[in-house]
């Protein structure tokens, strides 16, 4: 049985348009963008949360892509020389740079439409699928997403707040993450309760992942990360390091790890994959 990523690969290599179609260089920077690389940790949320849910991984497989073309989009805009103004994405050259400013706009843009197209051709009922375009759409825009990268831009060379801080990243980190694990709940039927609880799970996952992403900008090597190390400081960013100190992020990351099975423990045993991701998103290295 293929892992989730192979899955994941081999669904978004069948959904975008072929490279050599018109217009070729187009469709050529947003499979540059979107296929191979990546820890593709929001659609394996996807699975794992359809799973424990009893959904088969081809119902899942239009969610898994949707959510993964809107994170793949928004690494392109952020890269772009009006927002991070990187070079480096994945370990390779960010889509500016292999291809061109306004082609990386447009790409960006049509990954995003293509995530959309994604979820309306599901083959779901009616009712599942308005669920989850609604939820995906709110995670991706201006109270979502997009409204926490703004934040975060305005944020620059500001000394933010804790409270402020965890504002900016539950919109621009947490939004998406969220989405990928309510998405399956809710085309599952989800009650109440569920939801809360995935929800609450969902909220410290997204804030382990970018206190950890904080932690390794100061700690890991551009090798390591695949992207410039080193830039929240050097563009005078406000992150958890820098406002709690290394070992007080450290502290906070333990605590939420240590939460975290605490929010799915009504699941029991069918929440060790999702358990098992946080653990991940807590200790990986890149």
Sequence with gaps: MPTDAAR???ALD????????APARLHAAMRYAALDGGKRLRARLVYATGRLFGLPEDTLDPAACAVELIHAYSLVHDDLPAMDDDALR???PTVHVAFDEATAILAGDALQTAAFEALALADWPDAGKVRVLAGLLAASGSQGMCGGQQLDMDGNGHALTLDA??????LKTGALIKAAIRMPALLAGADAEELAALSAFADDLGLAFQIQDDILDVEASTEQLGKSAGKDAAQDKSTYPALLGLDGAKHLLAQL??????????????AEELCALADFAVRRQH
């Design 8 to 10: 994941l690969e081999r």
């Design 14 to 21: 069948a959904l975008l348009p072929p490279a050599d179609t």
């Design 90 to 92: 994945r370990g390779k």
């Design 165 to 170: 801080l965890r504002t900016v990243h539950a």
């Design 257 to 270: 790890a240590a939460r975290m099975p605490q929010q799915l423990a009504r699941f029991g045993a069918r």
